[in-house]
């Protein structure tokens, strides 16, 4: 069985048309599958939008306390989908629904995950191209030992081993595409042309995206933590020497180079602060989000599979 995950944000504009397109292609679908949206905190109408499908049986929705953001609405969605595999798409019809049967194609074939790979970025600007290539030239540098594939969305298909592997994640910040490159497992990167955004606006602006990129090298890696540590006794060992020069000199001013490793010290501090920020999300342990209602019904299950339950500290 396969659960179809939408994470909604105030996108009562498009949603008709979304919702019309998906049901259209899952009827095609041979597998047994559900539709189970995520109200993210929605101020427009798209909750009483999702209330009417959730009138048809097989549509269900999570209906959030507030937005909690993406990443976090997709874990209520993973902790409360049916299926033994889970499909992200966004509800803005940049992933094209009409996809869904050839990733499950490939599901069905041997791929556990089946990650939809933007074919160019020639629809972004070309500042929002260059950042891309740059931010995930710093991801594959930063991750050790597994590569973080660029220009993947999360238009993905989640099969039953890295989803219950997600599921027992036990962390707080979530930055899934890490996250998913970092299980491993069988994947398979299928090309896709991403289109324009069909209405509303996009949630995500230059300082939102500059968060997302710092959230996922802490989430990611303590490598920027390893060098500064290096740098540091270079510095150390550089102000050893100069120091001694200068008692066997005392001509030339050191302030110059106290204020160069005062502002190297200030950035150690800073990096240091960010990841016992990160650490505090952790040890914190409060839920990544709040559910207010479920609508709709569970859907009824073909007798040979067998559910995971969601993680029960985070059901409200
Ligand atoms: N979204 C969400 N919560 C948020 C922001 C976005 O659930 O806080 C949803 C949004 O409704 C959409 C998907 O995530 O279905 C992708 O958002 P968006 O199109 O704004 O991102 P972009 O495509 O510009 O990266
Ligand atoms: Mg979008």
Redesign the pocket.
């Known amino acids: 069985m396969l659960s179809v995950v939408i994470c909604c944000y105030n996108e009562a504009k498009v949603l008709p048309i979304f919702h019309k397109r998906l049901m259209a292609v899952l009827k095609t679908l041979s597998i047994h599958h559900e539709v189970l949206y995520v109200n993210d905190g929605s101020r427009d109408g798209t909750l009483s939008l999702l209330d009417g499908y959730c009138q048809t049986p097989g549509v269900r929705c999570l209906n959030l306390s507030r937005n909690f953001g993406k990443e976090a609405a997709m874990v209520a969605g993973l902790d409360y989908a049916a299926g033994n595999a889970v499909l992200f798409i966004?509800a803005?019809l940049?992933d094209p629904p009409e996809l869904i049967p050839l990733m499950v194609h490939h599901w069905l074939a041997g791929s556990d995950i089946v990650n939809m790979q933007r074919r160019s970025r020639l629809s972004d600007t070309s500042s929002k191209r260059i950042s891309a290539h740059l931010y995930y030239k710093l991801m594959n540098f930063l991750a050790d030992k597994f590569d973080v594939p660029a220009d993947v969305s999360d238009f993905r298909l989640i099969g039953p081993a890295p989803l219950a592997a997600l599921r027992a994640m036990p962390e707080r910040t979530r930055f899934m595409k890490g996250l998913i490159s970092w299980l491993g497992f069988n994947t398979i990167e299928l090309p896709y042309d991403r289109e324009p955004?069909s209405a509303g606006l996009?949630k995500w602006g230059p300082l939102a995206l500059i968060d997302l990129g710092i959230e996922g090298v802490l989430a990611l890696s303590r490598k920027p933590l390893r060098w500064f540590s290096l740098l540091s006794l270079v510095i150390f060992v550089a102000t050893l020497v100069f120091l001694i020069h200068q008692m066997s000199v005392s001509t030339v001013s050191s302030h110059h180079v106290i204020m160069g490793i005062a502002a190297f010290i200030a950035l150690g501090i800073a990096m240091i602060g960010e990841y016992l920020g990160a650490t505090l999300s952790e040890v914190r342990q409060r839920p990544i989000y709040l559910l207010n209602n479920l609508l709709g019904e569970a859907p009824k299950r073909p007798e040979h599979t067998c559910p995971t339950p969601p993680r029960e500290q985070e059901k409200h």
């Open positions: 966004d803005d940049q955004r996009s």
